[in-house]
């Protein structure tokens, strides 16, 4: 089994997303371990870009801080390898095509295998295009893991009959950011996509309360939760790791 399947095994999962180098890259492990510590499940750590076309004004402000620290694949990668001497919680990355291609698709997936990443999310790449990285992928033994959206109806089938890991389902329209309310029809989305697949199902974009935590998890797998934590950081800066630990803790609890 591995360690997405085990983190899933457990229950409900809680996915917690935070930004690599938002303040550094050493606060950002520090974070991590607190999360794991208050209940994560799992970890998506962003790779900072300077064009993050699905994220919100929140996570957009993360990435310029990260980037204006210098933080680079190379510094990422170590940073992970420090993380899995302390916790074999898994870690997806988050990023996009281009720091992907630019890296090489080879070296790229290589580097996720030797430190210890178990996932990677790549939003802008199209389910029909995925093919270009999967022979990488497969050959590292790293999940390329699926976003099904609310216009992703027609596809679902095709979508999670090859999925891999978890299937991220996006809640709402738009970029990610914080929502009073998600009112996309979440629970007949999961029927579909459970039809087509054993592959659990996380849903994110909005989730922020431990009330919305509480409704999802009753038909979700698990819940993902980024600009949320990501504005923890950005208030506290480098003393954000209590803070995290409280909300990861509190969201974690709601879920049981």
């Excluded at 899995?84 to 698709?105: A, D, H, M, S, W």
Aim: aromatic residues 10%; hydrophobic residues 40%.
């Amino acid at each position: 089994m591995s360690k997405i399947e085990a983190a899933f095994a457990k229950g409900k999962a809680f996915i917690g997303f935070l930004t690599a180098g938002d303040p550094t890259l050493e606060k950002t492990e520090e974070f991590i371990l607190s999360m794991t510590e208050a209940g994560a499940d799992l970890i998506e750590i962003g790779i900072p870009f300077s064009d993050p076309i699905a994220e919100g004004e929140v996570i957009q402000r993360a990435n310029v801080r990260a980037l204006s620290v210098n933080t680079t694949l190379d510094r990422i990668f170590g940073m992970v390898k420090g993380i899995r001497l302390k916790t074999q919680i898994p870690i997806v990355f988050l990023t996009y095509l281009n720091p992907v291609f630019t890296y090489g698709y080879d070296h790229f997936f290589r580097e996720c295998g030797s430190s210890g990443v178990d996932g990677v999310i790549i939003p802008d790449i199209p389910y029909e295009e995925k093919g270009e990285l999967t022979p990488f992928s497969e050959k590292y033994g790293i999940d390329m893991i699926s976003l099904i959206a609310p216009t992703s109806r027609e596809r679902i089938e095709k979508i999670a009959g090859s999925a891999q890991g978890y299937i991220y389902c996006v809640s709402s329209m738009g970029v990610t950011g914080v929502r009073n309310e998600i009112k996309t029809d979440l629970s007949s989305i999961l029927s579909d996509i459970r039809a087509a697949t054993n592959v659990p199902t996380a849903v994110g974009f909005g989730i922020s309360t431990p009330e919305q935590a509480a409704q999802i998890s009753t038909y979700a797998d698990g819940i993902i939760v980024g600009s949320a934590i990501v504005k923890i950081i950005e208030k506290y800066g480098n003393d954000a790791a209590k803070h995290l630990y409280e909300y990861v803790f509190s969201m974690k609890k709601a879920m049981a």
